[in-house]
């Protein structure tokens, strides 16, 4: 009889603990269910966050290079004072719908720097209208003496382009001072009575056959050079400096300027118009400083 209720008592205890685990494993299930649930929700959340900053990421990029004529121009004129030459060309053809562009001075359109630095810039600003006034192997007297600013005045070009007769001057052999006189009044001329237009001194290519040959002055074009410069400095007119760019990235890439040009040394082989096109597009794209 004991035995029997004692097993009855056992039954009872062993089904009791049984509901228990059962009632208890689902409350657990449930939770960890629910907690799962959560994690994931959130996880949807973050990912939904992280999708929509990329979508408003791309969408001020795309602002960017969707910028309006008006909103160019705005940037430019806040940051008139430190902009580069490409730049101040292309702000001009915001300005002027085409704009003017006048080469000027020492320069020959059939040469390999004109190609270079006039497709680099019809590639990257508004409309332009080129105008060449040249006058190749001019020194800063001739242009000077001749009157030449007079045929530049008379186009009213928005942009001007004044290739410095460095390696003219020399040979012409005269001081540093007329050098300065000659170029101060050419210039003054050309800002004094266009006032608006953007004047762009632009240096030679390197000459590597007229390097440290001299005149009876001992000077060599890159004195006349360096002269040219300080009377831009002075009158706050702009350089593209190519000479200066191409020398550093020779020294950069490790050539021997002798290796960058043909046997003769009077022109560029194919990696010299290599590293002239990267002193162009250098010398064009650095910013002033303000």
């Known amino acids: 009889m004991l035995t029997c209720e004692k097993n009855i008592f056992i039954t009872i205890v062993l089904m009791t603990m049984s509901l228990l685990v059962i009632v208890f494993g689902r409350?657990?299930?449930?939770?960890?269910?629910?907690?799962?649930?959560?994690?994931?929700?959130?996880?949807?959340?973050?990912?939904?966050?992280?999708?929509q900053k990329v979508i408003a990421d791309?969408?001020?990029?795309?602002?960017?290079?969707?910028l309006s004529s008006e909103e160019q121009l705005e940037i430019y004129e806040?940051?008139?004072?430190?902009?580069?030459?490409?730049?101040?060309?292309?702000?001009?053809t915001l300005v002027h719908k085409p704009a003017v562009l006048t080469y000027y001075g020492d320069a020959d359109s059939s040469s390999d720097w004109y190609a270079a630095l006039n497709n680099y810039i019809n590639e990257n600003t508004g409309e332009l209208t080129v105008e060449n006034i040249t006058y190749p192997e001019y020194d800063t007297y001739e242009l000077y003496i001749e009157q030449t600013t007079s045929n530049v005045l008379a186009v009213k070009p928005d942009i001007i382009l004044f290739r410095m007769p460095a390696l003219a001057d020399k040979a012409r052999d005269i001081g540093l001072s007329e050098t300065n006189d000659y170029l101060s009044n050419i210039l003054t001329t050309l800002t004094d009575d266009l006032p608006d237009s953007e004047i762009i001194l632009?240096?030679?290519?390197?000459?590597?056959?007229?390097?440290?040959?001299?005149?009876?002055?001992?000077?060599?074009?890159?004195?006349?050079?360096?002269?040219?410069?300080?009377?831009?400095?002075e009158l706050g007119i702009q350089v593209i400096a190519i000479h200066e760019q191409f020398?550093?990235?020779?020294?950069?890439?490790?050539y021997e300027l002798t290796a960058l040009y043909t046997e003769d040394e009077f022109d560029l082989n194919e990696e010299g118009l290599n590293v002239l096109q990267q002193a162009i597009e250098r010398g064009v794209t650095t910013k002033l400083e303000e």
């Open 27 to 51: 409350g657990y299930a449930s939770d960890q269910e629910e907690k799962m649930l959560r994690e994931s929700q959130n996880g949807n959340s973050r990912g939904d966050l992280a999708s």
């Open 58 to 66: 791309k969408n001020v990029s795309s602002d960017t290079d969707t």
């Open 78 to 92: 806040e940051q008139i004072e430190s902009l580069s030459a490409i730049e101040r060309i292309d702000y001009q």
């Open 202 to 233: 632009v240096e030679p290519e390197p000459e590597i056959s007229e390097i440290n040959n001299l005149n009876s002055r001992s000077l060599d074009y890159r004195d006349y050079m360096n002269e040219m410069e300080e009377v831009a400095s």
């Open 247 to 254: 020398i550093t990235i020779a020294e950069e890439e490790g």
